[in-house]
């Protein structure tokens, strides 16, 4: 991967992705935005990978695209190959079978917040400032936020958020839905590790069907979703991991999930 984006593999197979340009406070640019679609297919071609931690390095996890690349006569071609690249990547993380966890800190602006709504639980450290900003640009949301927000906080709040340009602390995000739970900014990084290393060595092919099982439901009826539901576990019953809870729990015994 390039500089832009670190990829690091753990033995454990949680896979670690760390948003490096730490000077543009993460800013998007192309060269991330590539990494972040290799990483998310290399990780779909990967039945080894368990769980993904993504982390941004410096004082942000991402504030927004690089306004850099938005002038000039090639603006509107270069906005369009980096924003290709960045959905192209939101939408394999979202039916990719492993959970993606995100650590958010300090600015979270415009397309961090998108990306970091790409992510199946989202941390925050208690110093992550959350804000939109597309207006100050002439621009509309992009990075699937329309998408996500009105179903992670409600249509009010998503068009508060969005057209009154409100900065909101991680507190608040909580208490919106827009994140899972703040961590205190001197122990987050250690602590979102270790809730990733959690789920790598959890039941990683239920967690699998269980994400596709809440993402696809919007889609369906209930009895739709019903079907669906009773078809993944039946399917699951022939895992190993499937068969290891079980046992497990009848022995009263902590369960040795492999993935399998």
């Not at 959350?130 to 906080?153: E, H, K, V």
Request: net charge neutral; aromatic share 6%; charged share 25%.
């Amino acid at each position: 991967m390039s500089d832009a984006l670190i990829v690091e593999r753990e033995a454990s197979g949680l896979v670690r992705w760390r948003l490096n340009r730490p000077d543009r406070l993460n800013a998007l640019n192309q060269t991330m935005a590539d990494g972040l679609l290799a990483a998310a297919r290399a990780a779909e071609a990967d039945p080894t990978v368990r769980a993904i931690l993504i982390t941004g390095e410096g004082r942000s996890f991402m504030a927004g695209g690089d306004i850099t690349l938005f002038q000039g006569e090639q603006a509107t071609r270069d906005i369009d190959v980096l924003m290709r690249a960045l959905h192209d990547a939101i939408i394999v993380m979202a039916r990719l079978r492993v959970p993606v966890v995100a650590l958010a800190h300090g600015m979270v602006a415009g397309a961090g917040v998108s990306f970091a709504l790409a992510a199946d639980v989202v941390l925050a450290s208690d110093d992550a400032k959350f804000l939109m900003a597309y207006s100050r640009l002439g621009a509309n949301p992009d990075g699937g936020s329309t998408y996500q927000l009105p179903r992670a906080i409600g249509m009010r709040r998503a068009l508060g958020f969005t057209l009154l340009e409100e900065t909101i602390d991680a507190a608040t995000a909580e208490r919106w839905g827009l994140i899972n739970r703040v961590l205190p900014a001197a122990s987050a990084a250690e602590e979102a590790l270790a809730i990733a290393r959690r789920m790598a060595a959890g039941p990683t092919l239920a967690f699998g069907r269980t994400k596709a099982l809440l993402r696809g439901s919007m889609d369906r009826d209930l009895p739709g979703q019903l079907d669906n539901e009773r078809a993944e576990f039946l399917a699951g019953t022939f895992t190993a991991d499937f068969n290891e809870g079980v046992a497990a729990f009848l022995g009263k015994r902590k369960p040795g999930f492999t993935g399998t």
